[in-house]
Protein backbone atom coordinates (compact mmCIF):
# COMPACT_ATOMS: atom_id res chain seq x y z
CA UNK A 1 0.00 0.00 0.00
CA UNK A 2 2.75 2.16 0.57
CA UNK A 3 4.76 1.18 -2.08
CA UNK A 4 1.38 1.51 -4.47
CA UNK A 5 1.06 5.36 -2.98
CA UNK A 6 5.14 6.06 -3.41
CA UNK A 7 4.89 4.60 -7.21
CA UNK A 8 1.55 6.83 -7.84
CA UNK A 9 2.77 10.13 -6.43
CA UNK A 10 6.70 9.73 -8.68
CA UNK A 11 4.58 8.62 -11.59
CA UNK A 12 1.83 12.08 -11.05
CA UNK A 13 4.18 14.34 -9.58
CA UNK A 14 7.47 13.21 -10.12
CA UNK A 15 8.06 13.72 -6.52
CA UNK A 16 6.91 12.36 -3.12
CA UNK A 17 3.74 14.21 -2.35
CA UNK A 18 3.13 12.78 1.23
CA UNK A 19 1.80 14.94 3.86
CA UNK A 20 1.64 14.96 7.33
CA UNK A 21 -1.03 17.38 8.10
CA UNK A 22 -2.83 14.85 9.89
CA UNK A 23 -0.19 13.80 12.21
CA UNK A 24 0.28 17.77 13.47
CA UNK A 25 -3.52 17.99 13.81
CA UNK A 26 -3.49 14.77 16.26
CA UNK A 27 -0.21 16.24 18.30
CA UNK A 28 -1.09 19.91 17.63
CA UNK A 29 -0.85 19.81 21.69
CA UNK A 30 1.54 17.65 22.78
CA UNK A 31 2.89 20.44 25.12
CA UNK A 32 -0.28 20.50 27.35
CA UNK A 33 -0.19 16.45 27.22
CA UNK A 34 3.62 16.42 28.63
CA UNK A 35 2.57 19.26 31.15
CA UNK A 36 -0.58 16.93 32.64
CA UNK A 37 1.46 13.69 31.75
CA UNK A 38 4.54 15.23 34.17
CA UNK A 39 1.93 16.28 37.17
CA UNK A 40 -0.04 13.32 36.97
CA UNK A 41 3.39 11.17 37.09
CA UNK A 42 4.91 13.73 40.17
CA UNK A 43 1.38 13.18 41.91
CA UNK A 44 1.64 9.10 41.56
CA UNK A 45 5.07 8.96 42.56
CA UNK A 46 5.09 10.76 45.65
CA UNK A 47 1.99 11.45 47.19
CA UNK A 48 0.48 7.32 46.47
CA UNK A 49 3.95 6.00 47.90
CA UNK A 50 4.80 8.80 51.11
CA UNK A 51 0.56 8.42 51.57
CA UNK A 52 0.78 4.86 52.09
CA UNK A 53 3.43 4.67 53.82
CA UNK A 54 2.31 7.21 56.59
CA UNK A 55 -1.03 5.21 56.88
CA UNK A 56 1.14 2.55 57.19
CA UNK A 57 3.59 3.34 60.17
CA UNK A 58 1.36 5.34 61.74
CA UNK A 59 -1.45 2.32 62.36
CA UNK A 60 -0.80 1.95 66.21
CA UNK A 61 -4.43 1.93 67.23
CA UNK A 62 -6.74 -0.83 68.39
CA UNK A 63 -10.54 -1.87 67.89
CA UNK A 64 -13.16 1.38 66.85
CA UNK A 65 -10.23 3.44 67.09
CA UNK A 66 -8.07 1.38 64.37
CA UNK A 67 -11.28 0.87 61.90
CA UNK A 68 -12.11 4.64 62.66
CA UNK A 69 -8.25 5.01 61.39
CA UNK A 70 -8.43 3.17 58.25
CA UNK A 71 -11.61 4.34 57.25
CA UNK A 72 -10.57 7.97 56.68
CA UNK A 73 -7.23 6.92 55.12
CA UNK A 74 -9.89 4.94 52.90
CA UNK A 75 -11.77 7.79 51.75
CA UNK A 76 -8.82 9.93 51.24
CA UNK A 77 -7.54 6.76 49.10
CA UNK A 78 -10.65 6.94 47.45
CA UNK A 79 -10.70 10.94 47.13
CA UNK A 80 -7.15 10.99 45.27
CA UNK A 81 -8.46 8.02 42.67
CA UNK A 82 -11.62 10.11 41.76
CA UNK A 83 -9.16 13.61 41.61
CA UNK A 84 -6.68 11.65 39.20
CA UNK A 85 -9.70 10.46 37.52
CA UNK A 86 -11.55 13.83 37.01
CA UNK A 87 -8.78 16.42 36.70
CA UNK A 88 -7.13 14.99 33.35
CA UNK A 89 -10.78 14.64 31.99
CA UNK A 90 -11.55 18.17 32.37
CA UNK A 91 -7.94 19.07 31.64
CA UNK A 92 -8.68 17.39 27.93
CA UNK A 93 -11.65 19.05 27.78
CA UNK A 94 -10.38 22.04 28.62
CA UNK A 95 -8.00 22.24 25.83
CA UNK A 96 -9.87 20.55 23.81
CA UNK A 97 -6.77 17.94 22.90
CA UNK A 98 -6.85 15.95 19.88
CA UNK A 99 -7.78 12.53 19.45
CA UNK A 100 -3.67 11.65 20.07
CA UNK A 101 -2.74 13.98 22.34
CA UNK A 102 -6.16 13.34 24.06
CA UNK A 103 -5.99 9.61 23.58
CA UNK A 104 -2.04 9.39 25.38
CA UNK A 105 -3.38 11.39 28.64
CA UNK A 106 -6.37 9.04 29.41
CA UNK A 107 -4.33 5.88 28.45
CA UNK A 108 -1.68 6.96 30.57
CA UNK A 109 -4.04 7.81 33.63
CA UNK A 110 -5.99 4.36 33.10
CA UNK A 111 -2.20 2.80 33.56
CA UNK A 112 -1.91 4.79 36.60
CA UNK A 113 -4.96 4.65 38.15
CA UNK A 114 -4.68 0.41 37.92
CA UNK A 115 -0.55 0.76 39.27
CA UNK A 116 -2.03 2.32 42.17
CA UNK A 117 -4.23 -0.30 43.06
CA UNK A 118 -2.46 -2.67 42.76
CA UNK A 119 0.27 -1.02 44.79
CA UNK A 120 -1.91 -0.21 47.19
CA UNK A 121 -3.60 -2.90 47.72
CA UNK A 122 -0.67 -5.74 48.11
CA UNK A 123 0.95 -3.88 50.77
CA UNK A 124 -1.93 -3.01 52.77
CA UNK A 125 -2.79 -6.19 52.75
CA UNK A 126 0.63 -7.31 54.20
CA UNK A 127 0.28 -4.32 56.63
CA UNK A 128 -3.27 -5.46 57.77
CA UNK A 129 -2.52 -9.65 57.87
CA UNK A 130 0.67 -9.20 60.21
CA UNK A 131 2.14 -11.11 61.43
CA UNK A 132 1.48 -13.38 58.93
CA UNK A 133 4.46 -14.09 56.10
CA UNK A 134 3.47 -13.65 52.53
CA UNK A 135 3.38 -16.53 50.55
CA UNK A 136 3.95 -15.06 47.21
CA UNK A 137 8.17 -15.22 46.85
CA UNK A 138 8.13 -12.37 45.01
CA UNK A 139 6.11 -10.67 47.74
CA UNK A 140 7.81 -9.60 51.16
CA UNK A 141 6.09 -9.11 54.71
CA UNK A 142 7.28 -5.54 55.25
CA UNK A 143 6.46 -2.43 53.53
CA UNK A 144 7.76 -1.85 50.17
CA UNK A 145 11.20 0.53 49.21
CA UNK A 146 10.64 3.65 47.09
CA UNK A 147 12.77 2.16 44.62
CA UNK A 148 10.50 -0.95 44.08
CA UNK A 149 7.56 1.46 43.94
CA UNK A 150 9.75 3.83 41.33
CA UNK A 151 10.57 0.40 39.31
CA UNK A 152 7.10 -0.93 39.52
CA UNK A 153 5.92 2.45 37.65
CA UNK A 154 7.50 1.86 34.75
CA UNK A 155 7.84 -1.79 34.45
CA UNK A 156 5.48 -3.30 31.85
CA UNK A 157 3.21 -4.83 34.38
CA UNK A 158 -0.04 -3.87 35.94
CA UNK A 159 0.81 -6.52 39.09
CA UNK A 160 2.98 -4.96 41.69
CA UNK A 161 6.04 -7.65 43.36
CA UNK A 162 8.31 -6.34 45.74
CA UNK A 163 11.23 -8.24 43.09
CA UNK A 164 10.59 -9.55 39.95
CA UNK A 165 12.59 -12.02 37.80
CA UNK A 166 15.54 -9.79 36.26
CA UNK A 167 18.22 -10.19 33.44
CA UNK A 168 21.64 -9.91 33.44
CA UNK A 169 22.56 -7.11 31.02
CA UNK A 170 20.66 -4.56 28.87
CA UNK A 171 20.92 -6.13 25.22
CA UNK A 172 21.18 -2.38 23.70
CA UNK A 173 21.10 -3.89 19.84
CA UNK A 174 17.78 -4.96 21.25
CA UNK A 175 16.15 -1.90 22.74
CA UNK A 176 16.95 0.05 19.24
CA UNK A 177 15.32 -2.89 17.06
CA UNK A 178 11.90 -2.74 19.13
CA UNK A 179 11.82 1.17 19.16
CA UNK A 180 12.89 1.25 15.77
CA UNK A 181 10.06 -0.78 14.42
CA UNK A 182 7.75 0.97 16.75
CA UNK A 183 8.49 3.89 15.12
CA UNK A 184 8.11 2.20 11.36
CA UNK A 185 4.72 0.70 12.93
CA UNK A 186 3.79 4.00 13.77
CA UNK A 187 4.48 5.75 10.31
CA UNK A 188 2.51 2.69 8.56
CA UNK A 189 -0.45 3.53 10.51
CA UNK A 190 -0.26 6.76 9.93
CA UNK A 191 0.04 6.19 6.31
CA UNK A 192 -3.23 3.95 6.14
CA UNK A 193 -4.74 6.46 8.27
CA UNK A 194 -3.92 9.57 5.96
CA UNK A 195 -4.62 7.83 2.70
CA UNK A 196 -7.10 5.11 3.38
CA UNK A 197 -9.61 6.01 6.21
CA UNK A 198 -9.71 9.44 6.01
CA UNK A 199 -11.19 9.58 2.59
CA UNK A 200 -13.71 7.13 3.75
CA UNK A 201 -14.47 9.28 6.72
CA UNK A 202 -14.48 12.25 4.45
CA UNK A 203 -17.63 10.93 3.11
CA UNK A 204 -19.67 11.12 6.17
CA UNK A 205 -18.85 14.73 6.52
CA UNK A 206 -19.42 15.34 2.33
CA UNK A 207 -22.39 13.49 1.54
CA UNK A 208 -25.91 14.85 2.56
CA UNK A 209 -27.93 12.08 1.02
CA UNK A 210 -26.96 8.83 3.18
CA UNK A 211 -27.94 5.45 2.61
CA UNK A 212 -27.74 1.86 3.70
CA UNK A 213 -25.33 0.87 0.51
CA UNK A 214 -23.48 3.73 0.80
CA UNK A 215 -23.00 2.86 5.03
CA UNK A 216 -22.00 -1.00 3.72
CA UNK A 217 -19.42 0.09 1.16
CA UNK A 218 -18.13 2.48 3.60
CA UNK A 219 -17.52 -0.50 6.25
CA UNK A 220 -16.47 -2.79 3.50
CA UNK A 221 -13.71 0.19 2.46
CA UNK A 222 -12.74 0.08 5.70
CA UNK A 223 -12.22 -3.13 6.52
CA UNK A 224 -9.10 -3.91 4.92
CA UNK A 225 -6.92 -1.18 6.01
CA UNK A 226 -8.61 -2.10 9.53
CA UNK A 227 -6.62 -5.17 9.67
CA UNK A 228 -3.26 -3.79 8.61
CA UNK A 229 -4.57 -0.87 11.33
CA UNK A 230 -5.41 -3.97 13.91
CA UNK A 231 -1.77 -5.97 12.87
CA UNK A 232 0.52 -2.72 13.07
CA UNK A 233 -0.92 -1.19 16.11
CA UNK A 234 -0.75 -5.37 18.12
CA UNK A 235 2.54 -5.62 16.85
CA UNK A 236 4.07 -2.27 17.58
CA UNK A 237 2.43 -1.88 21.41
CA UNK A 238 2.43 -5.33 22.56
CA UNK A 239 5.48 -6.77 21.01
CA UNK A 240 7.58 -3.61 20.23
CA UNK A 241 7.25 -1.15 22.98
CA UNK A 242 6.52 -3.88 26.11
CA UNK A 243 9.76 -5.51 24.66
CA UNK A 244 11.56 -2.36 24.16
CA UNK A 245 10.60 -1.28 28.12
CA UNK A 246 11.44 -4.73 29.30
CA UNK A 247 15.04 -5.01 27.83
CA UNK A 248 15.61 -1.43 29.27
CA UNK A 249 14.75 -2.61 32.15
CA UNK A 250 16.03 -5.91 32.66
CA UNK A 251 12.24 -7.09 33.04
CA UNK A 252 12.30 -10.86 32.61
CA UNK A 253 8.81 -12.03 32.46
CA UNK A 254 7.73 -11.61 27.98
CA UNK A 255 4.76 -13.30 28.55
CA UNK A 256 2.30 -9.91 27.12
CA UNK A 257 0.11 -11.67 25.30
CA UNK A 258 -0.31 -15.64 23.99
CA UNK A 259 -1.36 -16.59 20.38
CA UNK A 260 -5.15 -15.08 20.58
CA UNK A 261 -5.43 -15.32 16.76
CA UNK A 262 -5.75 -19.19 17.49
CA UNK A 263 -8.60 -18.83 19.96
CA UNK A 264 -11.37 -21.32 19.52
CA UNK A 265 -13.52 -19.69 22.08
CA UNK A 266 -14.87 -16.49 23.22
CA UNK A 267 -13.23 -16.81 26.63
CA UNK A 268 -10.10 -17.88 25.48
CA UNK A 269 -9.80 -15.06 23.62
CA UNK A 270 -10.48 -12.48 25.91
CA UNK A 271 -7.83 -13.74 28.49
CA UNK A 272 -4.74 -14.09 25.63
CA UNK A 273 -5.13 -11.07 23.68
CA UNK A 274 -4.16 -8.75 26.33
CA UNK A 275 -2.27 -10.73 29.48
CA UNK A 276 -1.38 -7.56 31.36
CA UNK A 277 -4.61 -5.90 31.50
CA UNK A 278 -6.39 -9.90 32.06
CA UNK A 279 -4.26 -10.09 35.11
CA UNK A 280 -5.20 -6.74 37.21
CA UNK A 281 -8.58 -7.47 36.30
CA UNK A 282 -8.31 -10.98 37.44
CA UNK A 283 -6.72 -10.28 41.07
CA UNK A 284 -8.43 -7.60 41.98
CA UNK A 285 -11.66 -7.94 40.65
CA UNK A 286 -12.05 -11.59 39.60
CA UNK A 287 -10.87 -13.11 42.55
CA UNK A 288 -12.28 -10.80 44.94
CA UNK A 289 -15.72 -11.35 43.66
CA UNK A 290 -15.59 -14.82 43.47
CA UNK A 291 -14.90 -14.82 47.38
CA UNK A 292 -17.83 -12.51 48.10
CA UNK A 293 -19.79 -15.13 45.69
CA UNK A 294 -19.12 -17.97 47.38
CA UNK A 295 -16.57 -19.61 44.89
CA UNK A 296 -19.13 -18.78 42.08
CA UNK A 297 -17.64 -17.40 38.51
CA UNK A 298 -21.16 -16.05 36.92
CA UNK A 299 -21.13 -12.80 38.59
CA UNK A 300 -17.37 -12.18 38.68
CA UNK A 301 -17.23 -12.85 35.03
CA UNK A 302 -20.08 -10.49 33.96
CA UNK A 303 -18.54 -8.11 36.49
CA UNK A 304 -15.30 -8.31 34.68
CA UNK A 305 -16.69 -7.68 31.14
CA UNK A 306 -19.16 -5.25 31.98
CA UNK A 307 -16.24 -3.23 34.22
CA UNK A 308 -14.05 -3.42 30.57
CA UNK A 309 -16.34 -2.03 28.28
CA UNK A 310 -17.21 0.82 30.39
CA UNK A 311 -13.76 1.49 30.67
CA UNK A 312 -13.20 1.43 27.10
CA UNK A 313 -16.46 3.27 26.60
CA UNK A 314 -15.25 6.03 29.07
CA UNK A 315 -11.93 6.27 26.63
CA UNK A 316 -13.41 6.56 23.56
CA UNK A 317 -15.90 9.60 25.08
CA UNK A 318 -13.54 11.24 27.08
CA UNK A 319 -11.34 10.94 23.55
CA UNK A 320 -14.29 11.98 21.13
CA UNK A 321 -16.20 14.29 23.18
CA UNK A 322 -19.47 12.18 22.56
CA UNK A 323 -21.43 9.43 24.49
CA UNK A 324 -22.27 6.78 21.66
CA UNK A 325 -21.84 3.95 23.57
CA UNK A 326 -21.39 1.72 20.40
CA UNK A 327 -18.08 0.22 22.06
CA UNK A 328 -19.53 -0.63 25.17
CA UNK A 329 -22.73 -2.83 23.37
CA UNK A 330 -20.49 -4.35 21.19
CA UNK A 331 -17.55 -4.98 23.25
CA UNK A 332 -19.77 -5.53 26.59
CA UNK A 333 -23.41 -7.05 25.88
CA UNK A 334 -21.79 -9.11 22.59
CA UNK A 335 -18.74 -9.99 23.96
CA UNK A 336 -20.49 -11.21 26.94
CA UNK A 337 -23.43 -13.64 24.60
CA UNK A 338 -20.38 -15.39 22.99
CA UNK A 339 -18.42 -15.91 25.95
CA UNK A 340 -21.95 -17.69 27.90
CA UNK A 341 -23.34 -18.95 25.09
CA UNK A 342 -20.02 -20.33 23.65
CA UNK A 343 -18.05 -21.10 26.54
CA UNK A 344 -15.51 -24.23 25.10
CA UNK A 345 -13.72 -24.71 22.05
CA UNK A 346 -15.53 -25.05 18.45
CA UNK A 347 -12.75 -26.19 16.82
CA UNK A 348 -10.72 -24.44 14.01
CA UNK A 349 -14.02 -23.13 12.30
CA UNK A 350 -14.68 -21.13 14.94
CA UNK A 351 -11.07 -19.16 14.92
CA UNK A 352 -11.77 -18.53 11.45
CA UNK A 353 -15.28 -17.07 12.53
CA UNK A 354 -12.93 -14.50 15.80
CA UNK A 355 -10.63 -13.47 12.86
CA UNK A 356 -13.29 -12.18 10.57
CA UNK A 357 -15.58 -10.63 13.48
CA UNK A 358 -12.62 -8.93 14.30
CA UNK A 359 -12.10 -6.15 11.17
CA UNK A 360 -16.05 -6.67 10.70
CA UNK A 361 -15.93 -5.08 14.44
CA UNK A 362 -12.91 -2.76 13.91
CA UNK A 363 -14.27 -1.35 10.33
CA UNK A 364 -18.47 -0.83 12.01
CA UNK A 365 -17.57 0.77 15.27
CA UNK A 366 -14.85 3.67 13.40
CA UNK A 367 -17.59 3.53 10.40
CA UNK A 368 -20.23 4.79 13.35
CA UNK A 369 -18.75 7.04 15.34
CA UNK A 370 -17.53 9.57 12.21
CA UNK A 371 -21.18 9.24 10.61
CA UNK A 372 -22.33 9.94 14.32
CA UNK A 373 -19.71 12.99 14.27
CA UNK A 374 -20.78 14.58 11.04
CA UNK A 375 -24.60 14.26 11.82
CA UNK A 376 -23.76 16.29 15.34
CA UNK A 377 -21.76 19.02 13.22
CA UNK A 378 -23.87 19.15 10.34
CA UNK A 379 -27.26 18.46 12.10
CA UNK A 380 -29.08 21.12 10.21
CA UNK A 381 -28.89 19.31 6.38
CA UNK A 382 -28.17 15.67 7.33
CA UNK A 383 -30.52 13.10 8.59
CA UNK A 384 -30.02 11.03 11.38
CA UNK A 385 -28.62 7.10 10.88
CA UNK A 386 -32.31 6.11 12.37
CA UNK A 387 -33.97 8.17 9.43
CA UNK A 388 -31.54 6.90 6.75
CA UNK A 389 -32.36 3.21 8.31
CA UNK A 390 -36.13 3.94 8.23
CA UNK A 391 -35.66 5.66 4.74
CA UNK A 392 -34.37 2.68 3.22
CA UNK A 393 -37.16 0.43 4.72
CA UNK A 394 -39.77 2.15 3.35
CA UNK A 395 -38.48 2.32 -0.05
CA UNK A 396 -37.81 -1.01 0.36
CA UNK A 397 -41.88 -1.87 0.55
CA UNK A 398 -42.88 0.86 -2.04
CA UNK A 399 -40.54 -0.95 -4.37
CA UNK A 400 -42.92 -4.45 -3.18
Known sequence: MVLRHLVDDLLHYGRLNWTFELLFLAFGQLHIVIIIWSIMTLCTTFIVYYGTYIWANNRKFSGTSLKLYDIIWLLIYICYIL???????????????????????????????????SFVRENAGKIISQ???????????????????????????????DVYPRTSTIRWNVVFKMFGQYLTCGFLVYHILAYSWMPVFARCFTETDLTLKSAITSIFDLMLPGVLIIILCYYGFFYCWLNGFAELLR??????????????????????WNIIVHD???????????????????LPTICVTILSAIL??????????????????????????????????????????????????FATIAYLYALEMSIRQFS?????????????????????
Open 83 to 117: ALLIIPCWQVNKYQLPFACATTVILEQLRQLMKIH
Open 131 to 161: PKKSTDPFLSSEFSHFNQYLYFLYAPTLIFR
Open 251 to 272: FADRMFHEDWWNSASSATFWRT
Open 280 to 298: WLYAYVYEDLSKLCSGKKT
Open 312 to 361: HEYWLTIVSGIFYPVLFVWYGLFGMLLRFAFPRSKGPLWSLFFLFMIPVY
Open 380 to 400: WNRQTFGNVMAKNGNESKVDL
